[in-house]
């Protein structure tokens, strides 16, 4: 096998027939080590290794100020996306449980939620695919070392066990996939001493009880949704707006659904202070700064959700050369997730500007691998990327908000399409349908390509997958509705649109 040998920044294939330590001759131990085994670090280290490379992928969890500890897989698969979406599920299947009534199923005696269950089910299958995750780099040959990484020079990685021991790792290259954590405030008192943020939540082995969710994010939503889903009493603490970044009109329709839906909502508050009464709950005060004055209420719990740090603080990268945006944090990355040091990369949450999304992330992964192997030039296409915020509501979008398309177009040069359904589902179940909204925002001229698709609905996410794909091949309007629907789905309302807002016309879809 050729290794690589190097002079003190050149580079030279040599034949060397075996890997050794590093030595006099500066032979590498590795073709690639990977700082980070979440989405991003797992995908590249497993797709480089069933490339050829000789990969060692490092992972280690920083304890959260609570204490809560995790397994290999990152930010999504242990507190992210996986145990998100399955609590969701869970305040969903009430939502069901109601319906079901409606619908013939005879439910006897008073329906409960019970924490304890549903956290210990969701635990579980988190450990379950942190095995996978073990099991698979295993299979594939990559070295799993549960140590935390920091960079020594360009080439030299050290290790650092739980216990302290100390050993270093060279490599041709070296991957910085480290994530991100939640963020506290540091100017409220007892907000770090008596807060939690979504690194604990979805670990509590108990109810959090009445729950204050400070921040609008799609995680505090989303978080605050699940909590309001399952019966508790939850409050959102919002400073500005919800779901920053996102169209303004579709997080309204969000909020205002959760609000229906029983979640409380403190607009324009910021927190104060909490402190911990002796009865052991959370009296927390905060001021409505539209009339400046303070108020005050208990909670059981206090979730921070107020935005995520990147984790690239210990590192040692700007002493190696790798430059980091001083405000953000993150590390300022290439197309081809080039870092200012030539052999060192970055992607993922830590990469500066990048979508803090797993499925980029491990997009990324894969194609830098690939990169790094000869294998391909190819680069990832951060363009139009589609999401969707897992609220009682679901909001999936993909493409421009309105308001972004007036910007970089005009306003006279979009037309947007939109349509308020009703999804069959609801009828029966007499559910309030008054938020189910579809928006196509478009070229004014010609075709009239999509610049943006948005819907909230049921099943948001796999409404959206779909439509995302036509959105990636340039659909225009035409193709839009030159597809044929799927009935009677919520869906096909998408291949219907046809009111634009231009119009002044009501857009409530009637009939079937
Ligand atoms: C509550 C919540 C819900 C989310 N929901 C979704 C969703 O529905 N869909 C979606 O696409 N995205 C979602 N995300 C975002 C998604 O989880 C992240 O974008 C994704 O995990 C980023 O992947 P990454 O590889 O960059 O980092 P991570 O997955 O965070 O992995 C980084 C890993 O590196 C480790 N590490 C850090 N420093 C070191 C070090 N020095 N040495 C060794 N290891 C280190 C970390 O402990 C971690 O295991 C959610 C995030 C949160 C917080």
Redesign the pocket.
């Known amino acids: 096998m050729a290794a690589f040998c190097r002079g003190r920044y050149r580079w030279k294939r040599t034949n060397c027939s075996q890997f050794v330590t590093r030595n006099l001759t500066g032979t590498f131990e590795y073709h690639l080590v990977v700082?980070?085994?979440?989405?991003?670090?797992l995908a590249c280290s497993k797709e480089a290794a069933q490339l050829g490379q000789k990969v060692a992928v490092?992972?280690?969890?920083?304890p959260s100020v609570k204490g809560t500890k995790w397994g290999i897989?990152?930010?999504?698969v242990n507190?992210?996306?996986i145990p998100?979406?399955l609590m969701h599920q869970a305040a969903l299947l009430g939502t069901a449980l109601n319906d079901a009534q409606k619908y013939g199923w005879e439910i006897h005696g008073p329906i409960s939620h019970n924490w304890r269950t549903m956290a210990e089910a969701v635990q579980n299958h988190v450990r379950s695919l942190n095995w996978g995750h073990r099991v698979q780099l295993q299979d594939k040959k990559v070295k799993y070392l549960n140590?935390?990484?920091?960079l020594v020079d360009e080439h030299t990685v050290k290790c650092l066990s739980k216990a302290g021991k100390e050993e270093t790792l060279t490599a041709k290259n070296i991957v910085i996939?480290?994530?991100?954590r939640?963020k506290y405030p540091t100017h409220v008192p007892g907000a770090i001493e008596h807060g939690i943020t979504?690194d604990d939540l979805f670990w509590l082995k108990e109810t959090p009880g009445k729950t204050l969710v400070v921040g609008a994010s799609y995680?505090a939503l989303?978080c605050a949704g699940f909590l309001t889903g399952i019966g508790l009493d939850t409050t959102v603490m919002v400073r500005s707006i919800p779901l920053r970044g996102f169209d303004q009109q579709m997080a309204g329709l969000v909020t205002d659904y959760m609000e229906a839906y029983g979640t409380k909502f403190c607009w324009r508050s910021v927190p104060k202070s909490v402190a911990k009464l002796s009865s052991g709950a959370l009296q927390v005060t905060w001021t409505d700064t539209q009339t400046g004055q303070d108020k005050q209420d208990t909670f059981d719990s206090v979730l921070w959700a107020v935005g995520?740090v990147p984790?690239t603080k210990?590192?040692n990268l700007e002493n190696v050369g790798v430059q980091l945006n001083q405000e953000s944090g993150k590390i300022f990355v290439g197309a081809d997730e080039s870092t200012s040091v030539p052999n060192i990369y970055a992607f993922?949450?830590?990469g500066e500007g990048r979508p803090?999304?797993?499925?980029t992330?491990i997009k990324a992964g894969k194609l830098l691998a690939r990169r790094l192997a000869g294998q391909t030039s190819e680069l990832m296409n951060y363009d139009s990327v589609p999401?969707t915020v897992?609220t009682p509501l679901e909001y999936g979008c993909v493409g421009l908000a309105e308001e972004e398309a007036e910007r970089r177009y005009g306003k006279d040069s979009i037309e947007v399409y939109h349509a308020f359904y009703k999804p069959l589902e609801f009828t029966v179940s007499e559910r309030d349908a008054s938020r189910c909204y579809i928006k196509v925002v478009c070229e004014r001229s010609g075709d009239q390509k999509i610049l943006g698709l948005h819907f909230t609905g049921p099943n948001a996410g796999e409404v959206t997958q779909g439509f995302a794909m036509g959105f990636r091949c340039g659909a225009t309007l035409t193709h839009l509705k030159e597809t044929v629907g799927i009935h009677p789905t919520c869906a096909e309302e998408l291949t219907k649109v046809n009111i634009s807002k231009r119009s002044g016309l009501d857009p409530t879809v009637t009939g079937c």
Do not use: H, M, N, Q
């Not at 897989?73 to 999504?76: A, K, Q, R, S």
């Not at 803090?356 to 499925?359: G, I, Q, R, S, V």
């Open positions: 700082i980070g085994g979440g989405s991003g670090g490092l992972d280690y969890v920083e897989g990152g930010t999504c507190v992210g996306c998100k979406k140590v935390k990484g920091s996939a480290t994530g991100g939640p979504s995680v989303e995520r984790e210990s590192l993922g949450d830590v803090e999304l797993t499925p992330a999401t897992f």
